[in-house]
């Protein structure tokens, strides 16, 4: 008989749906499993081979924990709201609402097609106003703590997506949407202070079960330098060397090496330094300084940190005081010192810092080298002289705090998040403009500021403010303090804040009170376990620890990290490149459930290699999965109602039990593929076996294979679905001794399978122990070997 995958897969997974399978009642539950997936957005070309890999090694934890008597949450939603959904609307000319009916209608048949075991009936979709509201809420709670602001910043804009972007939205120069190079420009915009969590970022990753590249990541972009801010006076022009006469200004550098202060030699400041105004009339070449400024304002840091030539302008006429021996040193500006980090301006140590020593060889500023051979001890360092490097750095910095010039600091790289946008498809930031009372948050009751739905005019201007801006019914309002007239806000939150708190909402997606449940959160959160991108570390994966420890200050939850364990997904690449339209190599999931069904594709996909790493998609790997699910199909013809099995498959059996467990928990997924794929060359091998062993095997590869071992279970004569009861058998150690092992059975160097036989056999033992075994009768029957190799305890060859 063949296995008609596409008849059989396509009933369970309705059927699924429709007998509510995965389906549970939160309340009730005892043994709460929170298994997530991140929730896709449903773009136009359908579902990603991506997430469907990164959503399967959820699943199938998901149906294991379930096998194993967890009441398992697994639920689904839609990331809807953003530029990604919105840019392609632009490009269709459709709107975005209308739009995305038709990707998600898709979507949903996609992802029910696949035969995920997800919960149907909690679906959320950050575009319903049910859910902004929320978003909005947890905005107007963030404003109130202080940590929802504005202020005015040089920003990243994407002159294609005509909007501000965040600093993590700038992936490899571009952004992160388009690609485009963004320009920068100075607007005042709403922030979120995750600065103020920079340390509680760093601590709490020590004790997260994180994949560790994605940790790393965040470490790195949080970025924490521990060194001094140091201060230096401006100076008079005309004052002479070594003596220091009293400047009017200092401005602070921010330095990790406040023990090398002799060397230093010249001082440099960004362009964009805003003191740099202040001296105009002192600088007396100040138009070649305007000049250099507003080049350099065209560049991306990017461009600025990876130039391999320096360039820069001295400000001839200003010069600053090394605190350390009163000494004159000229003031530069130049692009490789970055407005964003520190305080802006650095003290130049040429002789210890290599762009520092580009920048004095180019130039021709002196080099004073104050650590011999660059390790130490200190030279031409007064005080530090003879010390060795750490004892130099706190000797400096405690020299700098004695006599005011200094302090201890620590700095991070990590800047606050910026999170409004100029465009239309994202929910309202819900605050006012009154001219009595400044700006007010929109009242709870109010909430949510609804995103007017409009047919024309939601494209983005590009004027600095978004489309609502135009829509006058929209922007005149009701101060909720006084009552006057006032005007709302017009730029929407980004698409990031929808998605830092949405598995919080899949708790409750109806409630009308709350954003979720405080009793239904504590029970069920911290997620238990989540799959997805890495490409997400320092983007969603940081708004979301940075929400949560939010929400946990605000009192409404009693944990601050979002995901007990988190797991980077690999890239699925095909022919070596990374899949993308413009190369026409996507592997659409649908085709292959089409050709060889989805249990196939899903094993496939994670017998590839471990989790984490990058796989390459080839179709005759596929055909080898579809043909292991087919052969599991045939075993049935084996299978007897009451039939003593053999010792090798009780062997067998109760082995592959438990390694497959011991894999599954830990997400090795392509080993317990290996095994089970082992357990079924085993059953094939047999001319028959029991019942009971087929059921076992049955529920062990079930998380793997759903459809086809929903198939056979039902079979069986089962009512019940196989995932409805803590069906995971238990394996009995007595049966997995250890004094017994496999036997290779090889005839001519070939495989031709293996017995189970006590450690330590002789080769006599062993060749009448298969004499007497049946199953390789056909190998060896009436032919006489000329030589048999026997390796103890590994394998017999018989050479005929
Ligand atoms: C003097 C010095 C001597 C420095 C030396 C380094 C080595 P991290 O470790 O990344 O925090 N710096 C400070 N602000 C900067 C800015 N806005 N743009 C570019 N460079 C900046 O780097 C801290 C070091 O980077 C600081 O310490 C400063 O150079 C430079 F042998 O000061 B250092
Ligand atoms: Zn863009």
Redesign the pocket.
């Known amino acids: 008989m063949q296995y008609d995958h596409k008849k059989i897969e396509k009933k369970w997974a309705e059927k699924w749906v429709k007998d509510k399978t995965f389906t549970l009642d939160l309340k009730k539950a005892k043994n709460p499993y929170y298994a997530l997936f991140m929730f896709p957005y449903p773009s136009a070309e359908g579902l990603h081979i991506g997430n469907f890999y990164a959503f399967t090694c959820v699943d199938v934890l998901a149906k294991y924990k379930k096998l194993k008597g967890y009441d398992v949450f697994e639920p689904i939603g839609f990331d809807a709201f953003g530029i990604h959904s919105e840019n392609y609307a632009l490009q269709i000319g459709e709107t975005p609402s209308k739009m995305l009916e038709r990707t998600k209608a898709n979507f949903r048949q996609q992802l029910v097609s696949a035969g995920l075991g997800c919960d149907w009936t909690r679906e959320v979709d950050t575009t319903t106003p049910e859910y902004y509201k929320w978003t909005q809420w947890i905005f107007t709670k963030l404003f109130e703590k202080g940590l929802a602001f504005q202020k005015e910043a040089l920003l990243h804009w994407c002159p294609s997506c005509k909007t501000v972007l965040a600093d993590e939205q700038i992936e490899g120069g571009g952004c992160e949407r388009c690609g485009t190079i963004p320009e920068k420009k100075k607007m005042k915009q709403w922030f979120f202070k995750i600065t103020d969590y920079s340390q509680r970022l760093l601590d709490g990753l020590e004790k997260m079960d994180w994949s560790e590249i994605t940790k790393s990541a965040q470490r790195n972009w949080v ?1 924490k ?1 521990e ?1 001094a801010l140091v201060k230096f006076q401006l100076a008079k022009s005309d004052f002479p060397q070594q003596v220091c006469e009293v400047g009017l200004q200092t401005i602070d ?6 023990d ?1 202060l002799f ?2 030699t010249y001082f440099v400041m ?1 362009p964009e330094h805003k003191i740099i105004s202040n001296l105009k009339s002192q600088i007396s070449n100040f138009e070649e300084v305007k000049k250099y400024i507003k080049k350099t304002g065209a560049k991306s840091d990017m461009e600025r940190i990876e130039n391999k030539e320096k360039t820069g302008v001295r400000l001839e006429g200003i010069w600053v005081v090394n605190p350390v021996n009163g000494g004159k040193i000229p003031v530069w500006i130049a692009d ?14 040429p ?3 290599q ?2 020593w580009e920048f004095a060889k180019k130039y021709k500023l002196p080099i004073i080298e104050v650590l011999k051979g660059g390790n130490g001890p200190y030279i031409n360092s007064g005080f530090l002289d003879g010390l060795g490097k750490e004892e130099g750095i706190n000797k400096m910095i405690e020299w700098l705090e004695e006599k005011g010039l200094g302090k201890r600091t620590v ?1 991070y ?1 990590l800047r606050d998040w910026c999170i409004s946008r100029q465009r239309y498809w994202g929910p309202p930031i819900p605050v006012v403009y009154c001219e009595k009372c400044g700006i007010v948050p929109v009242k709870e009751k109010d909430l949510p500021v609804l995103l007017p739905d409009i047919e024309k005019g939601w494209e983005p201007t590009g004027d600095g403010h978004g489309p609502l801006a135009g829509v006058e019914e929209f922007v005149n309002t009701k101060c909720p303090k006084c009552g006057g007239d006032a005007k709302r806000e017009t730029d929407v939150m980004d698409n990031f804040l929808d998605s830092a708190w949405y598995y919080y909402r899949y708790l409750s997606p109806h409630d009308n009170e709350r954003p979720f449940d405080k009793l239904r959160a504590s029970k069920w959160l911290p997620v238990d376990f989540y799959v997805g991108g890495n490409e997400h570390a320092v983007l969603h994966l940081m708004y979301t620890r940075f929400i949560t420890m939010a929400l946990h200050d605000l009192g409404l939850i009693d944990f601050d990290n979002p995901f007990k364990k988190f797991r980077a997904n690999g890239m699925i690449l095909k022919d070596g490149n990374k899949m993308s339209k413009s190369k026409g190599n996507v592997v659409r999931p649908e085709e292959y459930g089409e050709r060889v069904g989805y249990d196939a594709l899903k094993t496939y996909l994670l017998f590839l290699g471990p989790l984490s790493e990058d796989r390459s998609f080839s179709d005759d790997g596929v055909i080898g999965a579809k043909r292991w699910v087919e052969k599991i199909f045939r075993l049935e013809e084996k299978v007897r109602e009451s039939v003593q099995d053999s010792e090798e498959v009780i062997k067998k059996l109760h082995n592959t039990i438990k390694q497959v467990e011991e894999d599954f928990e830990e997400q090795k997924y392509n080993t317990a593929i290996a095994r089970l794929m082992e357990m079924t060359n085993i059953l094939t091998s047999v001319k028959e076996f029991s019942k009971d062993t087929w059921e076992k095997f049955l529920v062990v590869v079930s998380p793997l294979t759903p459809a086809l071992a929903e198939e056979m279970w039902s079979r069986l004569g089962r009512k019940e679905s196989i995932f409805d009861d803590k069906n995971w058998p238990e394996y009995d150690p007595a049966k997995i001794t250890e004094d017994n092992f496999e036997l290779v059975v090889q005839v001519n160097g070939k495989f031709r399978g293996s017995i189970v036989v006590p450690k330590g056999m002789n080769q006599q033992e062993a060749e009448e122990m298969i004499s007497k075994e049946g199953k390789f009768n056909k190998y060896l029957a009436d032919k006489k070997s000329q030589k048999v190799i026997f390796v103890k305890d590994k394998l017999i060859n018989f050479v005929i």
């Open positions: 970025g330098s060194g550098v921010f330095t990790t090496r406040p090398t060397g230093a960004s490789y010192v970055l407005m964003g980090y520190g305080t802006g301006a650095i003290m130049a140590v002789a210890h810092d762009r520092d700095n790289k």
